[in-house]
Structures are given as structure tokens and as C-alpha cells.
């Protein structure tokens, strides 16, 4: 295959990914009805109902123009072989591979940063501040962004160079190292990021005593599964919007509750919410994710392999020596399609796993409660509750809320 053509492969990947997504949001789109479907009565009012599609609308409308605006300048750069420029500064900065591809992608991951800054900065303080779920301070943005970009760098940079190091000792075998090195990095991610990386963003507290902490114990108790770890998350730092979710695996397993969770729903409701997480864990679909993820980072790792080295590759962006990090980001795009497969494939999954929890919190605890909790929790967030079955298909990671309570009492 020759260079040009795998340069308009990438430009076609590009193009193909953008009006699918924007077919899909104007399909979503048309779901949406401006007086209030029968099937919402008692979900939304009259009132909550228009909130959230003037919502909606916000967000569809946001949505279109930033990534119009990221498609164009993806699209000038690599027309005008700007990746290619900033290969030849790099080799010329450096004659290590690994500081290369760190200056490689840190510029990249700099630039990227800078051109989305404007858009997250009009969706936190102009959208969500709208509606009414901005909580976000200017110094909390500012010290968000701080600290992504310095875990970004550490860690990110870390693996990346780790990777590269791979790659100059072992060379088209580096996929089994850098295989390995990831799949321990996600293993212990998933064990301690809540005790290592959220706290940097977020205060947990243990949950005090009381009401809903002798509740859980004494759901803990009943279905023989040890809740011991369970945190209050300050989410009401940065948003209205409730959640809760689950990490960790055996002593490390821990429940996270955002305090807006707690504020909002009953103790019952709460419970519910708790026993839905439990089953995720005594389903085994914590472990599953990782197992399957790790399969996934494989599958992709010999892929690459097989490529990184390919003049070909590395021609299409008009790079004439091939080197590792034009190799991953050439990869990294024609990728794209298989990517999209698999996490099409893994959502699908996910919503499976969603009916399973539902079903398991609604046979050890209460059905009703956690029908509540999920219209509760949906209503405030302003959540679209008709989506178009194609969007879902291709975008949910949970099933809507109408298939879920259908489902709840089967």
C-alpha cells in the first residue's frame, strides 16, 4: 500500500467517524418532543420536562461546534504535514527515542489541552452553570487542570517511556513488556486509584454513624458481603448531579457515595443504590472489565507490533525514517475503527451487566427503592430519558432508565 493511500485512509477515518457521530446526535435529536410524552408522566412535570430539553439542546448545539472546530484543525494539520514538522524538531532536540516520543506527544497533549480549554471552560461555567449544576469555582477548574496535566505528564509519560525503553531493547517484541507493564498498571489502578488519585481531586470521608450506616450494616450482614469500606465523596464540590460507583478488588474493594447522593435520596433509596453496586461485584463484572480489558490492551500492543516499524506508515505523514512515535500515532488513528468495534462491543455488555445489578439489588433489597433512586437521580441530572435506540446502541454504557425499570420487575 502506498503512503498516499494510507494518508486518505486516515483523512476518510477521520471524516467517517465525524458524520456518523453527527447522524447519530441528529437521530437522537429527533426523539425529543417538545410537550411531555405520555411515557415520562410521573417521571418528569411539565416544568423539569422543558429544562431538559432546552438542555439538550445546549449541549447538541455545543456539541456540533467543537468537534467541527477539532475535525478542521486535525484536518490543516496533518494537510500541511504538521506532525511531520514537529517530528524533525524533536530529532533534532534529541537523539534519545524516549525523550523524542515524550516531547512528541507532550507538545501534542499540550496543544490538545490549550484548543479544548475554551470549550470546557463555556461547558462548566456557561451550560452547567445555566441549569443550575455548576458547583465548580474558578480556582478548583484552574487546579483541576494543574493536576491533570502534571498525572498526564507523570504518569502518562511514565508508561510511554517505559514503552519506548521496550522498543530499543527488544524491538518488534516490545509489545509482550509493554503487555505486561500495562496489565500490572491497570490491576493496581483498579486497586488503589481510589485511594492514590482520587484524593488529590476529591475528600472522601469514611461514612459516620447513624441511620444509614447501621442500614447498610445491616444489609451487609444479610447478604453476607462486607461494606466496610464506604466513603462520602465531596462531588457537590463541582457539580449537583449525584453517583455513586464501586472500585477495587478483595480487601481493596471500596463503595464511593457523593454526598449529593446522599442529600438527595432516602435512606432506603440509598441502599438500594448500594445493593445495585454490590451486584456488579458479586456478579464478578468488576473482575470481568479488567480481564477483558487487559485482553483488549494485548490484542492492540501486537497489533502495533506488527506496524511501528513500516516506512510506509510513517511516509503517510511524511516522515521518511520510521520511528516510534509517528508509528503509534499513525497506528493510533488507523486503529480507530477496531477501537470503535470493541467499545461498541463492550457497551453492550455493559448494559447487560447494568440489567443483572438491577436485578440483584432488586432481589436483596427493594425494587421500589431503587426504581425511585434511578428516577431521582435521572430527573435531576436533566438526563434524556427516549434516546434513540441506535444512539444507545453505539454510545451507552447504561441502559435508559424506561428499560430499566421494565426490567426491575420481570
Not at 263 to 282: C, M, N, R, S, W
Request: overall charge neutral; cysteine-free.
Amino acid at each position: 500500500m502506498k503512503p498516499g493511500t494510507v494518508f486518505y485512509i486516515i483523512v476518510g477515518i477521520l471524516i467517517f467517524h465525524f458524520l456518523f457521530d453527527l447522524i447519530l446526535e441528529l437521530l437522537n435529536k429527533s426523539k425529543w418532543k417538545e410537550e411531555l410524552p405520555d411515557e415520562l408522566k410521573g417521571i418528569y412535570d411539565e416544568e423539569k420536562y422543558r429544562k431538559h430539553i432546552k438542555y439538550k439542546k445546549a449541549n447538541f448545539s455545543f456539541g456540533i461546534i467543537s468537534e467541527t472546530v477539532n475535525l478542521i484543525i486535525i484536518l490543516i494539520v496533518l494537510f500541511n504535514d504538521g506532525f511531520a514538522v514537529l517530528n524533525n524538531w524533536v530529532i533534532s532536540t534529541t537523539a534519545s527515542p524516549v525523550l523524542q516520543a515524550l516531547l512528541f506527544f507532550g507538545v501534542i497533549g499540550l496543544a490538545s489541552t490549550i484548543i479544548s480549554l475554551p470549550f470546557s471552560i463555556y461547558s462548566t461555567f456557561v451550560i452547567e452553570e445555566k441549569f443550575g449544576f455548576n458547583k465548580t469555582t474558578p480556582k478548583t477548574f484552574i487546579l483541576d487542570l494543574i493536576k491533570s496535566l502534571l498525572l498526564g505528564a507523570v504518569i502518562g509519560g511514565g508508561l510511554l517511556a517505559l514503552i519506548v525503553w521496550f522498543y530499543t531493547l527488544a524491538g518488534d517484541n516490545f509489545w509482550i513488556y509493554a503487555w505486561i507493564l500495562t496489565s500490572a498498571f491497570m490491576i493496581f489502578m483498579s486497586m488503589f486509584y481510589t485511594s492514590l488519585i482520587l484524593p488529590l481531586f476529591n475528600k472522601q470521608t469514611p461514612l459516620e454513624e447513624g441511620e444509614l450506616r447501621n442500614a447498610i450494616e445491616e444489609y451487609s450482614n444479610k447478604t453476607g458481603f462486607n461494606l466496610d469500606n464506604i466513603y462520602v465523596m465531596d462531588g457537590s464540590k463541582r457539580s449537583t448531579k449525584a453517583n455513586a460507583f464501586f472500585s477495587g478488588l478483595g480487601k481493596k474493594k471500596r463503595i464511593v457515595l457523593y454526598d449529593t447522593l446522599i442529600k438527595d435520596l432516602t435512606t432506603e433509596q440509598i441502599i438500594a443504590v448500594l445493593a445495585h453496586e454490590t451486584g456488579h461485584y458479586k456478579l464478578k463484572h468488576t473482575l470481568w472489565g479488567i480481564v477483558t480489558g487487559i485482553i483488549q490492551t494485548g490484542i492492540m500492543f501486537w497489533l502495533f507490533s506488527l506496524f511501528v516499524s513500516s516506512p510506509v506508515l510513517s511516509k503517510a505523514l511524511g516522515v521518511d525514517e520510521p520511528n516510534f512515535h509517528i508509528g503509534l500515532l499513525v497506528f493510533g488513528m488507523l486503529y480507530t475503527p477496531i477501537s470503535f468495534v470493541l467499545d461498541t462491543v463492550m457497551g453492550f455488555i455493559s448494559r447487560k451487566n447494568e440489567f443483572a445489578a438491577d436485578a440483584y439489588a432488586a432481589k436483596t433489597s427493594n425494587a421500589k427503592a431503587l426504581e425511585e433512586a434511578l428516577k431521582n437521580i435521572s430527573v435531576k441530572s436533566l438526563s434524556n430519558l427516549t434516546p434513540h435506540p441506535l444512539y444507545v446502541f453505539f454510545h451507552y454504557s447504561h441502559p435508559p432508565l424506561l428499560d430499566r425499570l421494565k426490567s426491575l420487575y420481570k
